[in-house]
């Protein structure tokens, strides 16, 4: 049984927008710093996005600071993640992930996966 499910993936143009959700099923996500993570073809697993346990602040990669936006909505648990002048360079599988109340979405203590869902940014 997969405890955390991705959705929102799909094909869009470049500087188009789309919304990821995260929804966990067996466990509240306020105990946990919450993160999303992608893997483009070739490349490594990299942490894009995080809110840590008890934060209200987000951490960025550079690759996306300013274009994207995670939150965390405790009373649907679920984490969405805004992507706003999205570029070719954005394809990639998306995961989200969680760690046990932690001040860092490290992806090597990373709890629960989910199945990732695939984002396309092309003409």
């Known amino acids: 049984q997969l405890q955390v499910v991705e959705s929102g993936g799909g094909l869009v143009q470049p500087g188009g927008s789309l919304r990821l959700s995260c929804a966990a099923s067996t466990f509240a996500l306020e105990d946990y710093a919450v993160g999303w993570f992608r893997q483009a073809p070739g490349k490594q697993r990299e942490e894009i996005a995080c809110?840590?346990?008890?934060?209200?602040?987000?951490n960025y990669a550079d690759s996306v600071k300013g274009r994207f936006t995670i939150s965390r909505d405790n009373t649907k648990n679920t984490m969405p993640l805004q992507m706003n002048s999205l570029e070719a360079e954005d394809t990639a599988v998306y995961y989200c992930g969680t760690v046990w109340r932690a001040a860092a979405c490290v992806i090597t203590s990373v709890s629960y996966w989910g199945r990732g869902t695939q984002v396309a940014v092309s003409s």
């Open positions: 809110i840590p346990y008890g934060g209200t602040y987000q």
